[in-house]
Every structure is written in structure tokens, then in C-alpha cells.
């Protein structure tokens, strides 16, 4: 089974800290892909990878940046949170063209981030 | 601009019958269509999809329609399960900027009845 992992399932950061969200993925997949679900919003793209070392902004970029060193982890950070920023974080992973076609994305368990 | 609608927030349905989750998209583009769905407090599952060159595609109770004249597609849980309420997302694919772009709706809250 591909497993994402995402390091925190709960957080709490107050105004004006940087924040580190990890996702780790276990099944070598090209893709990573950092979304934030709102309500009535859905999910939204905020970064997304298809490399090592590369990144692509998303839908939603603004206030946020990411970090693809090795192949099976990306970060996501918010360089000065805000309350606005509260929301579920979710990391998906997936293979470069025809895996995904048929096997889609696979997300992490999600991180609620509040920030206060 | 939302390409990618589902209208209707939440849907309850009883045991044993029929759900059927609707989805209309704007872009013309878009050549691929998936379903998830989301747990509380777990990230979104893929369900089932279908390519644009397809009207249908069955996979078990769930079944996915396209209308591309349309642009619509639906999803048909026969017949319904307790284990099915969740939320379901509908989302499509296309190419944008040189990749392969996912737009997803904002999700049908589903109950089933036992």
C-alpha cells in the first residue's frame, strides 16, 4: 500500500511564526502535491512538484513556499503565519502520467493547522 | 471562478437505495475525471474514474457517467451502504501550463440512512 505521511495531525502556531508542515510518501511517486480544504471551498492547490529540486506554484500560492530536497519528501511553509492561514493541509503524492490516470492521487491523513 | 461545481452540499439517501452525486465543469479541456472520497479526519481515497473518450465506467456499486455535451458527470452508488457516508469530491484533469492540472469540486456531504 502507498502510505503519504504527514508529521502532525494537529497544530497550533501563533500569528507571525514560521510553520513546518512535512509529508513524507513510500512509494518512489514522481508527484507531490500540498492542498488546503476549507469549507465550501474544497481543495485547493497551493504548490505542487513533479522532481526533486523543483516546484510549481499552484491556485493559491500566496504566503506560502515549499522544499522538495529528496525525492519522497515535501515541505510546505508558511514563512509568517496568519489566521487566515487555519485551515486542513493535505499532501498528496502520485505517479508522473499513466499511474495517476488510473490510481489518482494519494493524500496524506491531513494536518489541521489553527493558527491564533 | 470554480470550474469544477457540485451544487448540492449535502444529500441523504436510505439504506439499500439508489445516491446519486452530481458534478458540472466549465473547461473543455478537461480530458479526465475522478471521484474521492473523504472520511473525517482522513485524507481523500480515490474512488472511480473515467476518461473523456468514455461515457461510462463501472467499478462494483459505483458507477460514473460523463455527458460531455453537457459537461456533467455523475456518480451512482447502487445500492447504498452506512460505510458510504462521507464526503465525495469530484475532480478534473487537464493540461495547464505544460502538466497535468487537478481541479477539484467542493465536495457532496453524503448520509446514508440505515
Known amino acids: 500500500d502507498v502510505k503519504v505521511t504527514q508529521s502532525s495531525r494537529y497544530l497550533v502556531k501563533r500569528t507571525g511564526e514560521k510553520v513546518f508542515l512535512e509529508c513524507v510518501q513510500d512509494?518512489?511517486?514522481?508527484?507531490m502535491f500540498w492542498y488546503r480544504q476549507d469549507p465550501g471551498l474544497g481543495l485547493r492547490l497551493i504548490y505542487f512538484?513533479?522532481?526533486?529540486?523543483?516546484?510549481e506554484k499552484g491556485d493559491i500560492p500566496e504566503g506560502y513556499s515549499v522544499s522538495r530536497e529528496k525525492k519522497e519528501r515535501f515541505s510546505l511553509i508558511l514563512e509568517s503565519a496568519s489566521t487566515n492561514q487555519t485551515s486542513m493541509y493535505l499532501c498528496a503524492s502520485s505517479f508522473l502520467a499513466f499511474g495517476f490516470k488510473d490510481y489518482g492521487y494519494t493524500f496524506g491523513s491531513g494536518t489541521r493547522l489553527t493558527v491564533v | 471562478d470554480q470550474q469544477v461545481k457540485q451544487n448540492s452540499p449535502s444529500l441523504s439517501v436510505q439504506e439499500g437505495r439508489i445516491s446519486i452525486l452530481n458534478c458540472d465543469y466549465t473547461?473543455?479541456?478537461?480530458?479526465?475525471f475522478l471521484w474521492y472520497k473523504k472520511y473525517p479526519a482522513e485524507g481523500p481515497t480515490f474512488l472511480i474514474s473515467i476518461s473523456s473518450i468514455k461515457d461510462k465506467n463501472e467499478d462494483g456499486r459505483f458507477t460514473v457517467f460523463l455527458n460531455k455535451s453537457a459537461k456533467h458527470l455523475s456518480l451512482h452508488i447502487v445500492p447504498s451502504q452506512p460505510g458510504d457516508s462521507a464526503v465525495y469530491f469530484c475532480?478534473?484533469?487537464?493540461?495547464?501550463?505544460?502538466?497535468?492540472?487537478?481541479?477539484f469540486g467542493t465536495g457532496t456531504k453524503l448520509q446514508v440512512i440505515p
Open positions: 473547461n473543455s479541456m478537461f480530458d479526465y
Open positions: 512509494m518512489d511517486h514522481e508527484n
Open positions: 512538484s513533479y522532481d526533486v529540486k523543483m516546484k
Open positions: 475532480a478534473a484533469s487537464g493540461l495547464s501550463g505544460g502538466y497535468q492540472k487537478v481541479t
